[in-house]
């Protein structure tokens, strides 16, 4: 092939000195088990080398994108990675910023909008003037240089014009005061706070240490000496009166405690004189000052809960701005229609010939995004609730916009999240961006896409160090031909399907939700069966994660661990008494600090420290394998093993620490070793390698099969949480989850587990489901999956469609009575 990109001799982490020829301008899929080596391929090597060599070409320092490991790599076209890493967690941040769909409703209604005169009330109509001067550059965000009244056509009173910052939750021209834009306001959770059976001196307030709790019971009494009242503080907090529970609470400068007071008496002038702060005002007070602490503000959110703001109602959007219409639509109403129903609203929307580019603007933007299958999503939905896949496919839409030719596209498994209904519009969009002329090369593992690829390329044939070779290319059909490859084999249907005989359903032995009515949920009954793989199933946006997250989840959180956050509406929950345990297992990071790992998280780690400790002859301690605290690790880089240089204009670049080489640790410390490995080679090490090592050693093996047992067997130890994908994050802690002793009570709750598994890979995790299943628990996932859905006890399948078409209860029972339901997606694909 001669137009081709050539890759040379490849040898990054598991890549075996690989060359490879891939066509330009196909559509080509990368597959392979998890952890063959895709990811490194297309992501590590091509598109690292493909950005490195665009920088070179516009001569610009390219130093910190290092060259990867290969020979060489020719005929690359600049290259843009699609991941499925969410960058924006901001709540101020919705699809509809971040798309910006939202700042052209803006302008839309800025120019087009009727509001009510302050004075008379009636409607005053856009001004064809104010919007010729906006259009005229008079007019900006916050109205500086423009807005200028207009007369009321009906009193003659002075209307405020308006402008795009009305309309903006991040300005303050359109931001609602009392939450600033947010739409809830924090609050602290005080059963959190407080345990509400013990007295103050008993230690009451969780997180007074001793010491803290003398020194603050001394500024108890004086501050009820000044007010003239007992403080008493053996007695409950549940059973002081009003007057001291508020005084202990919110402190003497709070509202709560200034009612007892009508004359408001003059407070105590120092601490020392009875200024009491209360446990909730510290609280949030630390909050706010530690902004750049994340790790403290991630540990504080969990005292916290959100609350509605009742100022706006959750709108964000202030009084005047909420009030202003387009064709009797306000702004809040247009951003909570799902995509594809305001599209037809845009559609039937006439206006001045001066608006008409800002809607055929705002009409193409949304079209894009419906044919990426996010047409189910509203503008104002925050962007850290999003799905890895949506996330990617809001960042799809972007690219078709773009109209660039010459580009490689590097895809992280886009079908993430998407019912396989959706995928054949995927499909379609994938082959638009290949007919611009471009490059696309997706890694992935659904069999459908595979099937419409130009080209595949298997890499394997294992994991690990059993992976990073070529096993096949070439059109699918000659992939499924190849008889050494595990994709071929499902691509071609030769691949075993386990049977398992159903576990007969009793009666009465069920969860029911009654009343489902959260977000598109239309008053839904349903029945879960207990001890059982469940699996909700239906297309993206049909209402899954509503019932099983937001209602189920929290209510089971509430009911036991006395959780803070509500659970969405509905009337009631029967069965819970069947169940002692609920285990909710989300694809949130594990962590947001680069020094976490899977290790760390899985508690493998500790075991694996005083393994070396107890080899080292009494000259180390656990502590001193350790990169987190000072004793054995490297003290230039503390641990991290890279140095953060600034690039003035440019991001900071992490460049390898030359005290210890990036390994870590001290010399002395590296000196220890188990089996011929250093502990940095076993943070280097594989979930697999590792377990080869360390078999004979109980407390790590446990926990490192576990993570094997669930798919992560390629998984390095030591890599960084904030690297891990959200299936990953998801099956690393189903592992620890599975390392707990097991009552046969608990509930599981599961969402989508099989993302960034290849098929081999989701039978292995189906095995652990099955055994949990069959050990009396209960498997709830939500799934798209068909493999694990053909291999559920029970499906609950919601649908038709998703948005407003969706929320219905479509069919229910076992695969095979699913199957049968002519309406049922689900049913279509599965038949």
């Known amino acids: ?46 598109h690292q080398e493909g950005q490195r060599q665009y920088m070179e070409s516009l001569g610009m320092v390219s130093l910190f994108v290092r060259k990867p490991a290969v020979d060489s790599i020719t005929g690359l076209s600049p290259s843009i990675s699609v991941d499925q890493h969410l960058t924006n967690r901001s709540p101020r941040s919705t699809v509809g910023t971040v798309t910006d769909v939202f700042t052209y409703l803006r302008l839309l209604w800025a120019r087009m909008g009727a509001r009510p005169c302050p004075a008379c009330e009636k409607s005053v109509p856009p001004s064809y003037e104010s919007a010729q001067a906006w259009n005229d550059g008079a007019d900006d965000e916050d109205g500086a240089d423009g807005g200028e009244s207009v007369p009321c056509p009906h009193c003659g009173a002075a209307v405020p014009g308006l402008v795009m910052g009305d309309f903006s939750f991040n300005k303050p021209a359109g931001a609602c005061p009392e939450c600033t834009g947010l739409g809830f306001v924090l609050r602290a959770d005080v059963r959190r706070l407080v345990d509400g059976s013990r007295g103050v001196a008993g230690g009451a307030v969780l997180g007074w240490h001793p010491r803290l709790t003398e020194r603050n019971l001394t500024v108890l009494r004086a501050a009820a000496e000044h007010y003239g009242f007992p403080f008493d503080p053996d007695v409950p907090v549940d059973e002081l009166p009003p007057l001291q529970r508020d005084l202990l609470l919110h402190g003497v400068e709070s509202a709560e405690f200034a009612r007892h007071f009508p004359e408001v008496p003059k407070p ?19 909050y706010a000052e530690r902004v750049e602490d994340t790790d403290y503000r991630e540990k504080t959110e969990k005292l916290l809960v959100k609350d509605e703001c009742r100022a706006c109602e959750g709108t964000r959007l ?5 009030a202003v219409t387009v064709d009797g639509l306000t702004i809040v109403a247009a951003a909570r229609l799902p995509l594809e129903e305001l599209a037809d609203w845009l559609g039937g929307l006439t206006v001045q010939a001066i608006s008409e580019p800002v809607l055929a603007d705002l009409r193409e933007r949304i079209r894009r995004l419906v044919d990426v299958g996010v047409g189910y999503l509203t503008l104002d939905q925050a962007t850290p609730s999003l799905s890895a896949g949506e996330t990617q496919r809001l960042r799809l839409a972007a690219l078709l916009g773009s109209g660039l030719t010459g580009v490689l596209y590097v895809l992280d498994e886009p079908t993430i999240g998407l019912h396989p209904a959706d995928t054949e519009r995927l499909v379609r969009v994938l082959r638009q961006l290949r007919d611009l002329g471009n490059t696309v090369l997706v890694v ?4 459908d896409v595979l099937r419409a690829a130009d080209h595949v390329v298997d890499i394997g044939p294992g994991a690990g160090a059993d992976g990073g070779r070529v096993v096949a290319q070439g059109t699918p059909e000659e992939v499924a031909a190849s008889e050494g490859s595990v994709t071929g084999t499902y691509l071609a249907g030769r691949a075993p399907t386990p049977a398992r005989p159903r576990k007969p359903l009793v009666d009465g032995s069920s969860l029911t939700i009654r009343g489902a009515r959260a977000h598109n949920l239309r008053d839904l009954t349903v029945r879960i069966p207990l001890g059982r793989l469940v699996t909700v199933t239906g297309p993206s946006g049909s209402g899954k994660s509503s019932l099983v997250l937001d209602i189920l989840g929290r209510a089971g959180r509430q009911r036991f661990h006395g959780a803070g956050e509500p659970p969405a509406e509905h009337d ?55 990169f987190n605290v000072p004793g054995g690790r490297c003290e230039r880089c503390e641990g991290a093993g ?28 590296l000196g ?109 996932t939500i799934e798209h ?25 479509v069919a229910e029972g076992t695969p095979e009575s699913v199957a049968r339901v002519e309406r049922s997606r689900t049913g279509r694909f599965l038949r």
Request: charged share 25%.
């Open 642 to 669: 890279v140095l953060s240089v600034s690039m003035h204009f440019l991001p900071a670049a992490q460049v390898r620490c030359p005290g210890c080489g990036g390994r870590r640790f001290r010399g002395e410390v």
């Open 1 to 46: 092939m001669d137009d081709c990109i050539r890759i040379t001799g490849a040898r990054l982490h598991n890549l075996k000195n690989l060359t490879l020829a891939i066509p330009k301008n196909r559509l080509v899929v990368l597959t392979g088990l998890s952890g063959s080596g895709k990811s490194t391929l297309a992501f590590d090597t091509l």
């Open 672 to 780: 220890v070793r188990f089996e011929g490995y250093d502990i940095a080679e076993v943070l280097e090490a594989t979930v697999d390698e590792a377990l080869a090592v360390f078999a004979e050693v109980p407390p790590v093996a446990a926990r490192l099969r576990r993570m094997a047992d669930v798919g992560l067997g390629y998984l390095r130890l030591g890599q960084p949480a904030t690297t891990l994908s959200g299936g990953e994050a998801q099956r690393v802690k189903l592992a620890k989850e599975l390392s707990r002793r097991a009552t046969g009570r608990t509930l599981y709750l599961l969402d989508e587990p099989t993302t960034g598994l290849h098929p081999a890979d989701t039978a292995r995790l189906l095995a652990v489901l099955r055994r949990l299943a069959d050990a009396g628990n209960t498997v709830l």
């Open 785 to 809: 999956n068909l493999d694990v859905i053909r291999a559920s006890d029970w499906l609950i399948d919601l649908g038709p469609a998703g948005g407003t078409a969706g929320g219905e209860l």
């Open 572 to 626: 009631g929950i029967d069965g819970w008494e069947a169940l002692d345990k609920i285990v909710a297992i989300d694809q949130q990071p594990i962590s947001r600090l680069p020094r976490s790992n899977a290790a760390t998280y899985s508690d493998a780690f500790t075991p694996i420290r005083e393994v070396f400790a107890a080899r080292s002859e009494g000259r180390f301690t656990p502590g001193h394998f350790s």
């Open 444 to 447: 992935e593992h659904d069999l």
């Open 268 to 286: 105590p002038a120092t601490v020392t004189a009875g200024r009491f702060e209360g446990v909730v005002p510290s609280l949030m007070r630390r």
């Open 318 to 322: 202030r009084s005047g701005s909420r």
